[in-house]
Structures are given as structure tokens and as C-alpha cells.
T-cell receptor, first 114, second 111 residues
């Protein structure tokens, strides 16, 4: 168990809908990263938050947004969902904000858009 | 061209074999090199972490980094069926906040 908690584990929804994925980092970790994993694209970096502030953006669509709350949990909001958004979404945490640190991944949320 | 290339496999070997997994990359600025193991429907977990060039050994696992060739490897000795998983290489540098992952190599160790 990595100590990173993601909910829900599975989510099935329809095109055009909006969903929220939740992540609780390991105790003491200040950084939260979101990644998307699909069969054809591999693990793609979406966004990074450190202690409540956005630090870096990757290949995140404008329909997607995220935030990190004062208690350090994070939420990833996906709106106007399309079939192509179906993927595994992972959250990872680390103690600070440096990429030379080990990332601890949650078990992911499997999103299916029908 | 992707920044990090990794053969997707699958790679099937008998139990006890030595496994070699590899990644090539194009960005010479990468300084940190990692290998993650991912079981089906689980999150990746860090296996090996190397800074700059050289070798690192941990039990049955050895990671090698050759920066001159932009090539990294993970060797698994005495492979076990429990090693069956997808192995992802990942790379990072101080000037960037994100890790770049390879697409993963699926490994199957047959009993």
C-alpha cells in the first residue's frame, strides 16, 4: 500500500457529463501529481500541485481542471466528457516539489465514458 | 519522435531467466532515471532510482544508465512468476517538474 488514496476506483458515465476524481496524498506529502494512462498514450502527466499551488501543467485539456485543498487532498474535474477520455487516472504524491523525488502512486480511478 | 522509447513487449521468459528491459531517450538533459513496476489495474511502484550514469543494484534487480548512448536498462536475475508485470522507465531533470514515462514493457515469467 503506497499510502495514496484515490476514489472512486471505477466510474462509468456518459458523454457530455462531468465527474470529479479525488486523491488523498501520503501523510506529510505536499505535492500531488495527476497522470492519465491509456493504452495508446501510456502514462501522461496532467498537472502538479504543491502545497495548494499549481506548479506545472502537462498535456491537460481545457475541459479538465484540478485543485489542491488546504488539507492537501486534491480533486481532478473532468467536464464535457468524450469517449476518448476513457482511461485510468492516477494520482501520485511526494514530499516536496522536485522531480528527483520518488513518486508514490495511488491505485487509480478507471473512467469509462459511454 | 517520443522523448522516451520503450519496447511494449510482451516479453515472455521461463522462471529463473535473466531479464533485460531497456529504454532509449533523446533529451540529454535528463539526470534522474527510474524504473517503476505496475501490476494489472494497480498504480506504478518505484523499483529503482539512479542519478546520472552508472549502475545500481538492489537484490535481484540491477539498473544501468549509459548517458553517452542515451540508454538505460533494468536487469532482473532469477526471474519469478511474481515479477510478471509492466515495467515503466521514467526520467526527469532539475529544470522540469514532470517525469517523462516510457510506454512500458509487459513481462510474463512462465512457471
Amino acid at each position: 500500500d503506497s499510502g495514496v488514496t484515490q476514489t472512486p476506483k471505477h466510474l462509468i458515465t456518459a458523454t457530455g457529463q462531468r465527474v470529479t476524481l479525488r486523491c488523498s496524498p501520503r501523510s506529510g506529502d505536499l505535492s500531488v501529481y495527476w497522470y492519465q494512462q491509456s493504452l495508446d498514450q501510456g502514462l501522461q502527466f496532467l498537472i502538479h500541485y504543491y502545497n495548494g499551488e499549481e506548479r506545472a501543467k502537462g498535456n491537460i485539456l481545457e475541459r479538465f481542471s484540478a485543485q489542491q485543498f488546504p488539507d492537501l487532498h486534491s480533486e481532478l474535474n473532468l467536464s464535457s466528457l468524450e469517449l476518448g477520455d476513457s482511461a485510468l487516472y492516477f494520482c501520485a504524491s511526494s514530499p516536496s516539489f522536485s522531480t528527483n523525488e520518488k513518486l508514490f502512486f495511488g491505485s487509480g480511478t478507471q473512467l469509462s465514458v459511454l | 519522435q517520443k522523448e522516451v522509447e520503450q519496447d511494449p513487449g510482451p516479453l515472455s521468459v521461463p522462471e529463473g531467466a535473466i531479464v533485460s528491459l531497456n529504454c532509449t531517450y533523446s533529451n540529454s538533459a535528463f539526470q534522474y532515471f527510474m524504473w517503476y513496476r505496475q501490476y494489472s489495474r494497480k498504480g506504478p511502484e518505484l523499483l529503482m532510482y539512479t542519478y546520472s550514469s552508472g549502475n545500481k543494484e538492489d537484490g535481484r534487480f540491477t539498473a544501468q544508465v549509459d548517458k553517452s548512448s542515451k540508454y538505460i536498462s533494468l536487469f532482473i536475475r532469477d526471474s519469478q512468476p511474481s515479477d510478471s508485470a509492466t515495467y515503466l522507465c521514467a526520467m526527469g531533470m532539475d529544470s522540469s517538474y514532470k517525469l517523462i514515462f516510457g510506454s512500458g514493457t509487459r513481462l510474463l515469467v512462465r512457471p
